[in-house]
């Protein structure tokens, strides 16, 4: 038996933490591979669900943040899961032009860990500073 009520309100509906975000997962639609991992409040979910484009809250800027507005790498979202007990999203995006991570990579999990060391195990698809101008 699961802990989410689908018969309430579906953003009341979900575990909010303390601060009012959950975990959100962006996934690639099409390879399964995880391309990056973000937090979201009701206004982002909200307005990722009206918009069909993923919005997350960016901590560190205090702010709203919709994927891609600074380098045209956008998610385009088929679907919103969550997990059993409604404290974690899993968006099945694609990814405009190939990239998620703000280092010009493909998904932001490109460290992996060989012999106690974490090694760059993905290429850089595109330089940041072509995609950001700075």
Not at 28 to 46: E, H, K, P, T, Y
Not at 60 to 87: F, M, P, Y
């Amino acid at each position: 038996m699961s802990d989410l009520d689908p018969g309430q309100d579906w953003l009341n509906a979900l575990k909010w933490d303390a601060q009012g975000m959950l975990p959100a997962i962006a996934q690639d639609a099409s390879s399964g591979r995880v391309l990056m991992f973000a937090f979201m409040n009701r206004q982002s979910l909200q307005e990722t669900v009206n918009s069909g484009s993923a919005v997350y809250w960016s901590r560190s800027r205090q702010r709203l943040w919709r994927k891609g507005e600074e380098s045209g790498h956008a998610q385009r979202v088929r679907s919103i899961r969550t997990d059993c007990d409604g404290d974690v999203l899993l968006l099945s995006i694609d990814q405009e032009g190939g990239i998620a991570c703000h280092t010009g990579r493909e998904s932001c999990f490109f460290y992996q860990l060989q012999r106690e060391t974490w090694v760059t195990a993905d290429p850089v698809l595109k330089d940041p500073k072509e995609i950001y101008g700075k």
